[in-house]
């Protein structure tokens, strides 16, 4: 967009992710005179989610190197100001990969339904009940496979995350979408499990009390010590007399005074704390607290997904932003900022100056000579289609699993599988998400559990799963991709077989936890990018903290009001009323009535 902006503005927020977008909610909720650029045509940036067609897109356009350099010469600098050019360095995804493990539409051999059945009795006979069954599965002509094409064809189904968080039921985001009434612009679903992995499988965390009791893994005596730690933590905190002197050391130190079972000790630093043996005393108490504080408040485990994926929260405080007043303008890119001594004075876009009072700038604009450092939080994203769920279940659920490293050198990953009621994919597919902090690159620092939990090896069109009436979770043989798996090597020891993996994609996030040097403009407002965090706690606060240093008097995002409390200019509010109006208007209601019989 090059059209011409109004020139002068209280707030110029660059950048559409999720802390600038919050920001620049909160000020155009007081009244500022609010300015919202972003380059990109799509909201959210490094947030953002796609459909399938539009995350090719995406990759595309990052092969592209963009030219934003500007010319010099058509500056109209005043004394005493100097230019500094804006970049996208801070922004860089790297190590994109991205790979098809099924065929094309017309590679595929038809396979005949008749093709895919197998009877328990191997002889090709079996009862008459299963015959039947056979006879009516037949009628198909025959069974669909999910290919390259078909998953194209399907792209709108599809909400892929560059950044997949999870909300906290009281965490500061959830406390944030429900006081400002910003909550009416999303909708939400309740995490269904936690898993963890212990003695060689995957299992369901007892998270609620019910579910602790009911538990039979754990013993009476184990569960009487796992309440009674939790309770502590839960009741005591971090700051409590109970973890003097752990200050200094590890929570897994704390832990083993208590003199917890493995399996105790195993639900606590894995699935509550989610922690590893480095995770400080201080930490891991915080965690769990944080962890239990959540419990009940919406369902039997603490967090919630944002349905259509976290790229949509972003947009509702765009959304609201821009019910205030915020003035908003994608395809349009910060060109560089024009400093007065030690303040930015205006911003260049396009052709135009443009004045501001503060300048609040997402990482992946920044002008490099205020950078004093990239930071090292850099993140490893993985993003699998698969067939089947890691974790079969009488329905679909929505599922988050912790995994510590396994040997030296490893991350802890996060795992967060969804499948088609989140809006995430199409029926008969599941979306699972991996993220952990970059060591070498994604695919290789995800390596170690994608190769516990998935087949992500190229599928033989010609291998059918033994049996189409196998278990399926939520959806019908002819709407599931079929494979026959290797029992001995590709199934789990449970017998399930792991899911087959139809497409992946890995890449690099840049790091959140860049720095700006001491001589940086006092009024330019850094948001950092993605952090490596489950939930959304850091964007919130990191946005309060940018607010209360540009407005520290006024209150950060205020209720807003529903659509049928505002009063428009001109309208009369409505007065209080009196006993005689009541009686006038109900005079009135019965003459209508007689008048209409």
Sequence with gaps: MEGDLPTKYDVIVVGTGMTESIVAAAASRIGKKVLHLDSNEYYGGLWATFNFDGLQKWIEDLKISKNNTIDMCGLDL?????????????????????????????????????????DSTGDGSGSGDEKADDDKIEKKENVKQWSTDRIRKEYRKFNIDLAPKLLFARGELVDLLISSNISRYAEFRAVSRVATYMDGKLTQVPCSRADVFANKTVSLVEKRML??????????????????????????????????TPIVQHYIVQTIAMATEKTSCRDGVNRTKHFLNSLGRYGNTPFLWPMYGSGELPQCFCRLCAVFGGVYCLKRQLDGVVIDKDKCKAIISGKQRLTLEHLVVGQGHLPPTIVASEGEQRISRGVFITDRSIMQGEKENLTLLYYPPEEPGQEP??????????????????????????????????????????????????????????????????????????????????????????WSLYLNLPASDIKLIDSAPSNLHLCSGPDLELDFDFAVNQAKAIFEAMYPEDDFLPRAPDPEEIVLEGDEAPGPKFEADTEAEEKQDVEKAEKEE
Aim: aromatic content about 8%.
């Design 78 to 118: 005043e004394p005493g100001e100097t230019f500094l050019p804006a970049s996208d360095v801070y922004a860089t995804v790297k190590n994109i990969e991205e790979t098809w493990y099924i065929s094309n539409e017309a590679d595929l051999p038809v396979v005949s339904s008749k093709d895919t059945q197998t």
């Design 227 to 260: 309440m009674k730690l939790l309770t502590s933590c839960m009741l005591q905190g971090a700051d409590s007399p109970e973890f003097d002197g752990f200050q200094d050391k590890t929570f897994v130190e704390y832990l083993n005074t208590k003199n917890l």
């Design 413 to 502: 990953i996060t795992l967060i599988e969804l499948g088609p009621s989140t809006n995430a994919c199409p029926q008969g597919l599941f979306m699972v998400h991996m993220t952990c902090k970059r060591t070498t690159n994604a695919k290789e620092d995800l390596a170690y559990v994608v190769n516990k939990f998935l087949i992500a090896e190229p599928f033989d069109p010609l291998a059918i799963r033994s049996s189409i009436h196998s278990h399926t979770q939520t959806v019908s043989p002819d709407n599931r991709h079929l494979q026959e798996g290797n029992q001995t090597d590709k199934e789990e020891s449970t017998g399930n077989p792991k899911p087959q993996v139809l």
